[in-house]
């Protein structure tokens, strides 16, 4: 590769953006497309396509021959492994180790407003009532993370710091070393029993859909929060609202869905347990996601290791 | 001291429950006050004072000649050093250590409610309204602690796992290492200027009163941060009302005030930039604080250095 290698940003907001950063350091091949017809157009002799939702059947096209490597701009790619239209030969990375920080002052930021019942000191606040409460600490709770990749790391350090205990729960086992206890993926009642916090970091592959189930979930303390900033479908998203409709959960703290947006009329919504936020808890900003995508296209110009590279067969 | 010398327990609402703990320890006398009648009657041959907010003047009484030890209920005791009732020869403890941790999550939960705008999502979710935005993190952002005690040290262990710069403001500079930069008494302007937060846990003594006045507040950033845990006179509240209705600083999160209760008509009810809590960013168990009385009652027996000596001299 050469800075003339055809590259396309595709994501449906600030593709050219994106596109104007690369070009600004010296890269002249650079598209950018918003649509499926701009990415259609575009798409003959690209190498590169750096893209966040796009319209994958194209990429079965005679003019998706050129294509060598998809960068994805987000972390999950279970999109991209259920699409059967990008050749083995290309090679799927996406980002890592960018969502840790932020995702993890998400974490704490929803459970302390929770566990500290900001709620109702504001509501004191507007009425000027002075009435001192107990709040409930973290420090001494029992955190479980199912996902102990670099986001799930980012919140076992500050859970650390909190002084709580931390249980894992991971489909490899390489990380066991980081918790008080690790639990495996057929073990999925033992390790959610005797958590006051779970928090859902795992890849959605064919083995973690609907992983938390009624069965599981009902298995959790009535009085444990739910922290979901994986993917949506980690949840058995129906069930899920039986469970919280029956009084079980103190809270449901949700970043993501089966379906986003989310319908406005999902009972979610109105839920008193469920705290609901728009997939935002893994922002990146434009510099620091254009930073990203630079240095590993520098890598793909020296032929070094890509970051992010995606194991096709281990579905992230 | 054997178990049977008196005990005297004093507080305006829950004296009997720590009454009822020790005896259930074995010591046998040990008296109950609420009022200021009950502690005038109990307080003839009383050994021992166990106390918060106790009408400090009847130890010049001459039944207050058995007195030798009081043991503060709190961590604060600005009100027993300003008091002229206190003979010299009574050792005066306070309570340490036991309110770093919730005091702690009391400051990471109301800065991160403010970072992460959660009042937005929270008046999103009531309309169904899905309109991601950007969050502040606090990652990257400078922190300055004013008073390095045990509290402060939780605040800076947490401050580090959120990857936040810490300076530090104390008056013996004995903890100067534990932060990235240190500041003297007389380097306030120093000290503020370059802060994203600044949390006062100082004890209040002749030198602290009214440390951050008006010139202090408008050398901060204007984006900036307020926090107050250690006492409402650390900072002048009148020009503190002032600077914020000029606009300046983001937020001023307030857990103590000059006057307690914080009066109905106090403007800073009503302030946009201002987060009241009712002095209960602190809070001891009951438990847990027997269990430091208790503690403290056995080192007395055994005549070993009691926990929390207040150092008459330097206020704390």
Redesign the interface.
């Known amino acids: 590769m050469n800075k003339a290698a055809k590259i396309l940003i595709y994501t449906p907001s600030d593709a050219s953006t994106y596109a104007d950063m690369l070009k600004e350091k010296g890269f002249t091949n650079v598209h950018a497309a918003t649509t499926s017809e701009e990415a259609e157009a575009n798409l003959p002799e690209t190498e590169i396509l750096m893209q966040w939702k796009f319209p994958l059947h194209l990429l079965e096209r005679p003019e998706a021959s050129s294509v060598k490597w998809v960068q994805s701009l987000g972390a999950g790619v279970d999109d991209l492994m259920r699409s059967t239209s990008i050749r083995e030969d290309i090679v799927i990375t996406r980002v890592v180790d960018q969502f840790g920080?932020?995702m993890s002052?998400?974490v704490?930021?929803?459970l302390?407003?929770v566990?500290?019942d900001?709620?109702r000191?504001?509501a004191?606040?507007k009425e000027?009532s002075?009435?001192?409460?107990?709040?409930q600490?973290?420090?001494g709770q029992t955190i479980g993370i199912a996902g102990l990749g670099s986001i799930g790391k980012e919140v076992i350090?500050?859970a650390?710091?909190?002084?709580m205990q931390v249980y894992g729960l991971s489909y490899s086992g390489k990380e066991a070393h980081l918790v008080d206890r690790h639990f495996g993926p057929n073990e999925w009642h033992d390790f959610v029993k005797d958590l006051d916090v779970l928090v859902l970091i795992l890849p959605l592959t064919e083995q973690t859909r609907h992983a938390v189930n009624r069965d599981v979930l009902l298995a959790m303390k009535p009085s444990a929060c739910l922290v979901n900033i994986g993917r949506g479908s980690l949840i058995a998203e129906e069930e899920l609202i039986d469970v919280l409709r029956s009084g079980h959960l103190r809270a449901a703290i949700l970043d993501v869905f089966e379906q986003?947006?989310?319908p406005?009329d999902n009972p979610l919504?109105t839920l008193p347990q469920?705290?609901?936020?728009?997939?935002?808890s893994g922002?990146s900003?434009q510099e620091r996601l254009g930073q990203y995508l630079l240095a590993n296209l520098r890598r793909y110009g020296k032929g070094e290791p890509l970051t992010g590279v995606v194991d096709r067969k281990a579905g992230y």
């Open positions: 920080g932020p002052e998400y704490f930021a929803q302390l407003y566990y500290q900001i709620a000191s504001q004191a606040q000027r002075w009435q001192p409460f107990l709040t600490l973290l420090q350090r500050k650390r710091a909190f002084d986003e947006p989310l406005a919504w469920a705290y609901i936020t728009p997939h935002m922002p900003t």
